[in-house]
């Protein structure tokens, strides 16, 4: 069954242990977040809209502190050569 739950609700606490957060930046950069890095590395509390961290977030490779696109993977398949779902999109990034 799909969850039905408005995706700007989500929180950091609310993710499963195999689901991790992709942060796409304008300029191509991409990095993974898995369980509890956003807490660890960026002090983060768990309690954090997943939603609000496009404006928590700085990209490493130029800087750019807007235009991410923010999703949700599950990463149970990755390494297995299976074909991975389809990640939730929480943030699009606004067209310029």
């Known amino acids: 069954m799909a969850d039905t739950r ?6 950091l606490f609310d993710l499963e ?24 590395r960026h002090h983060l509390p768990s309690d954090t809209l997943v939603y609000d961290l496009q404006f928590k977030l700085r990209c490493s490779h130029c800087s750019r502190r807007d235009g991410f696109r923010i999703a ?13 779902p389809e990640p939730r999109v929480i943030v699009e990034p606004r067209k310029a």
């Open 6 to 11: 408005d995706p700007r609700t989500l929180r």
């Open 17 to 40: 242990p195999f689901e991790s957060v992709v942060v796409t930046c304008r300029c191509g950069w991409i990095v993974s977040y898995g369980t509890g890095l956003l807490q660890r």
């Open 72 to 84: 949700v993977q599950d990463t149970r398949h990755v390494g297995t050569g299976s074909h991975l």
